[in-house]
T-cell receptor, first 113, second 114 residues
Framework: AQSVTQPDIHITVSEGASLELRCNYS??????LFWYVQSPGQGLQLLLK??????LVQGIKGFEAEFKRSQSSFNLRKPSVHWSDAAEYFC???????????FGDGTTLTVKP | KAGVTQTPRYLIKTRGQQVTLSCSPI?????VSWYQQTPGQGLQFLFE???????NKGNFPGRFSGRQFSNSRSEMNVSTLELGDSALYLC?????????????FGSGTRLTVV
């Protein structure tokens, strides 16, 4: 069965510092991978997605993620964090065989001024 | 274009009552999925409808049901509400079934059962 692990429940970074949020997945075939962001009281917004091809994908709001098959990882990065990036971030994998999406438990990002 | 619209945004119900939540997907999206989000359980998949047919169902009791209309709008119903049903219920629409191309989420309905 597929699964998604986000090892960090909570991360705090200073404004202007770089950010990396970790995501590890367990899935037999080539996965479809996603990162979403959720602001308090809101739904989730799609940041970026990986289906195939270039392993470094660019998303909205200056985010990027790198797919590493050997490490079963799809980490989200941003070179310089802004206070408005404070939110909860979810990694998700889509199982093309079962037709189901599985979400990680989320990582809450706090940005210090 | 308009996003995913969920109504109502907030609901307070009494234990034992039933509730119906509504979701209008993005125009042209035929897939609507429902998720329950709680602090303890995270995002839990409820079910997905595509072209008025339920394609997938999560591990929820039969008290949770849904349907989709010919215009792709979807409703979710919870009968005999329990305190543990208090949650944020999120609707997500996508062009392809079950979010394979990525979901667009609504802002959710916050249900409180007292």
């Amino acid at each position: 069965a597929q699964s998604v692990t986000q090892p960090d429940i909570h991360i705090t970074v200073s404004e202007g510092a770089s950010l990396e949020l970790r995501c590890n997945y367990s899935y037999g075939a080539t996965p479809y991978l996603f990162w979403y962001v959720q602001s308090p009281g809101q739904g989730l917004q799609l940041l970026l997605k990986y289906f195939s091809g270039d392993t470094l994908v660019q998303g909205i709001k200056g985010f990027e993620a790198e797919f590493k098959r050997s490490q079963s990882s799809f980490n989200l990065r941003k070179p310089s964090v802004h206070w408005s990036d404070a939110a909860e971030y979810f990694c998700a994998v889509f199982n093309t065989n079962a037709g189901k999406s599985t979400f990680g438990d989320g990582t809450t990002l706090t940005v210090k001024p | 274009k308009a996003g995913v619209t969920q109504t109502p945004r907030y609901l307070i119900k009494t234990r034992g009552q039933q509730v119906t939540l509504s979701c209008s997907p993005i125009s042209g999206h035929r897939s609507v999925s429902w998720y329950q989000q709680t602090p303890g359980q995270g995002l839990q998949f409820l079910f997905e409808y595509f072209s008025e047919t339920q394609r997938n169902k999560g591990n929820f009791p039969g008290r949770f049901s849904g349907r989709q209309f010919s215009n792709s709008r979807s409703e979710m119903n919870v009968s005999t509400l329990e305190l543990g049903d208090s949650a944020l219920y999120l609707c997500a629409s996508s062009q392809t079934p079950t979010g394979g191309s990525g979901y667009t989420f609504g802002s959710g309905t916050r249900l409180t059962v007292v």
